[in-house]
């Protein structure tokens, strides 16, 4: 492990207008700072510095314009009643960035540089974290292929930025349940492709699925497996899960879906309850079956900007499923307000999830 170097801070002199705090939307508004190290394949990761944010300038020629070499990962800040700035579970998204790394050619990033990053970062826009119900801050880092060269390989120069945004619900709906249209068309991936890679062609390469699923009245689209056209994956920007008779169902981490963080937290949380959750394949028949026959209880999806967004209706080759008549079920609810209670320290952390961000701890240059 490399010792982190010290976090050069420039603050800005023009600090923004904050935008009001019910009005948040999901990333519109950026803070007054941002996090920047460069990498050289001579000089590895170096240079890392706060700025005020601003625009970056690239060549024209940078490899992340033209062939895709990016990742990126999404986490949260929020501040507790006592004034305490939280972080949700920080070291799970360095370990899937540098996962994600790892299948994109893209350099690893010491866990410290990260973490190290995050806290000063927040620190120095502290008081961009709102404190409204259902708000916190989303943090996006980032890294980009920045080398200027058309050669199909992977770039010897990258930028690894974190920018943050004060955020409400992902959803217009908030938490209140989100029709799914079932893509049979166009698929997001396959076992041995990029799908579990947080990049940005998977989002991409979802998006043409996603206009004319909104074109129909719903908001994200549910992807099936690429080879079978059967199996249940993952919503846009969440993972997914059934109650069928009392179990508690998510398709299995194949290879081609996100292992995502709250996914696996409502694992954990269910496991704690006591209630039966299994990860397997689910199909999309099985659904349906069990929708007809009224076994299907409760669908939700989860992730770090969804939080848990119950899901109301099903749309598969234009057969409707409405589930648990469009309204949130009560496991939903409950799994949301324990995480967010969790989250945002009004409620016990049995899992030890929450990271306090030392807020003293600034470089020398921030003063
Ligand atoms: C997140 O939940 O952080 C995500 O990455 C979803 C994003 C694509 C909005």
Not at 22 to 31: E, H, R, S, V
Not at 189 to 197: H, K, N
Not at 336 to 363: A, R, S
Request: proline content about 6%.
């Amino acid at each position: 492990m490399t010792e982190p170097q010290e976090i050069q801070i420039e603050r800005s002199v023009n600090l923004k207008a904050k935008p009001p705090q019910d009005q948040l939307g999901f990333g519109i508004y950026y803070t007054d700072h941002m996090f920047i190290i460069n990498y050289h394949v001579e000089l590895g990761w170096h240079q890392p510095r706060i700025v005020p944010y601003q625009p970056i300038a690239l060549d024209p020629a940078a490899k992340v314009f033209h062939y895709g070499q990016t990742i990126f990962e999404g986490l949260k800040a929020y501040r507790a009643e006592n004034g305490r700035v939280l972080l949700f579970r920080p070291h799970k998204n360095i370990e899937r960035l540098n996962r994600s790394n790892v299948r994109m050619c893209v350099p690893q990033i010491d866990e410290s540089i990260v973490l190290d990053a995050l806290k000063q970062l927040i620190t120095v826009d502290q008081d961009w974290i709102p404190t409204l119900e259902g708000t916190s801050l989303y943090i996006r880092p980032f890294v980009i292929a920045t080398q200027p060269a058309l050669g199909v390989a992977p770039s010897t120069e990258y930028q690894f930025i974190i920018i943050m945004s004060p955020v409400g619900a992902y959803y217009p709906e908030g938490v209140n349940p989100v029709k799914i249209f079932v893509e049979s068309d166009y698929v997001r991936t396959v076992v041995g492709g990029v799908g579990e890679a947080k990049t940005a062609g998977n989002y991409a390469a979802g998006l043409r699925a996603q206009e004319i699923a909104k074109d129909q009245g719903y908001s994200q689209v549910l992807w099936l497996d690429g080879v079978h056209r059967k199996y249940v994956e993952e919503v846009g920007s969440m993972n997914v899960f059934f109650k069928i008779n009392g179990t508690v169902y998510t398709p299995e981490l194949s290879g081609s879906i996100l292992n995502g963080i709250t996914r696996n937290s409502i694992i954990q949380l269910l496991r704690y309850w006591n209630i039966p959750v299994e990860e397997r394949a689910i199909s999309i028949d099985e659904l349906y079956e069990a929708g007809k026959d009224g076994s299907l209880q409760e669908a939700f999806g989860t992730g770090t900007a969804a939080v848990i967004s119950p899901i109301g209706e099903l749309n598969w080759h234009n057969e409707k499923l409405i589930i648990q008549d469009g309204q949130t079920g009560e496991l939903s609810k409950m799994l949301y307000d324990t995480l967010t209670g969790i989250q945002k320290g009004t409620l016990q952390d049995p899992f030890e999830w929450m990271i306090d961000v030392p807020l003293h701890l600034l470089t020398p240059t921030a003063k």
